[in-house]
């Protein structure tokens, strides 16, 4: 079982949709980070958080740490959303290593 | 700033052959990362570095060597080219110390071993 769980794998949405992609941990972490990273490019970071809630433009990322719990919501999605995002956790120390999700592959049709 | 670079983009190797990938980045960041990216499964560390000088092995370390001789630049060899070692390797750095950080990553490096 992977240490850090995302649903759904897979997602197909309309243009215009609000969107909801979910990431869980198993245990304490120091910071969440969302990503992005577009058919056959790079990895962009999109968030990084360790409590409340952070917005950029149409992006939204939430924390619960007690449920261990993370979420990614894309408002008035559009297909230039279309991409796979990636969650991955921090649990601190000296290294600043990531432990990643497998991603969800999202699909915004227009 | 150019960021994070790597290269070559692309490379096919036959088994056995013995490659080089070089990650450079220009934000005098002390934290350097090498990982493979799989079908189906999350980014997996390789090696990772804390400074010039250092390197250390992350989770998938067999069949890969590092090195990081100048700040800026860390290096990933394959001595000996396996089909396993088909993959997309991306580089990341990051600040270090004392807090958490965002990890800047090129743009990865796709790998086929015949």
């Known amino acids: 079982k992977n240490e850090v769980e995302q649903s759904p794998q897979n997602l197909t949405a309309q243009e215009g949709e609000f969107i909801t992609i979910n990431c869980s941990y198993s245990v304490g972490i120091s910071a969440l980070h969302w990503l992005q990273q577009h058919p056959g490019g790079g990895i962009v970071s999109l968030f990084m958080?360790?409590?409340g809630k952070k917005k950029h433009g149409r992006l939204i990322a939430t924390i619960n740490i007690q449920e261990k719990h993370s979420s990614l919501h894309i408002t008035a999605s559009h297909p230039r959303d279309s991409a796979v995002y990636i969650c991955?956790?921090?649990?601190?120390?000296?290294?600043?290593?990531?432990?990643f999700g497998t991603g969800t592959l999202l699909a915004v049709q227009p | 700033n150019a960021g994070v670079t790597q290269t070559p983009k692309f490379r096919v190797l036959k088994t056995g052959q013995s490659m080089t990938l070089l990650c450079a980045q220009d934000m005098n960041h002390e934290y350097m990362y090498w990982y493979r990216q799989d079908p189906g499964m999350g980014l997996r560390l390789i090696h990772y570095?804390?400074?010039?000088?250092?390197?250390a092995k992350g989770e998938v370390p067999d069949g890969y060597n590092v090195s990081r001789l100048k700040k800026q630049n860390f290096l990933l060899g394959l001595e000996s080219a396996a089909p396993s070692q088909t993959s997309v390797y991306f580089c990341a750095s990051s600040e270090g110390l004392g807090r958490i950080y965002e990890q800047y990553f090129g743009p990865g490096t796709r790998l086929t071993v015949t």
């Open positions: 958080l360790s409590s």
């Open positions: 570095s804390v400074g010039e000088g250092t390197t």
């Open positions: 991955a956790v921090n649990y601190g120390g000296a290294t600043n290593k990531l432990i």
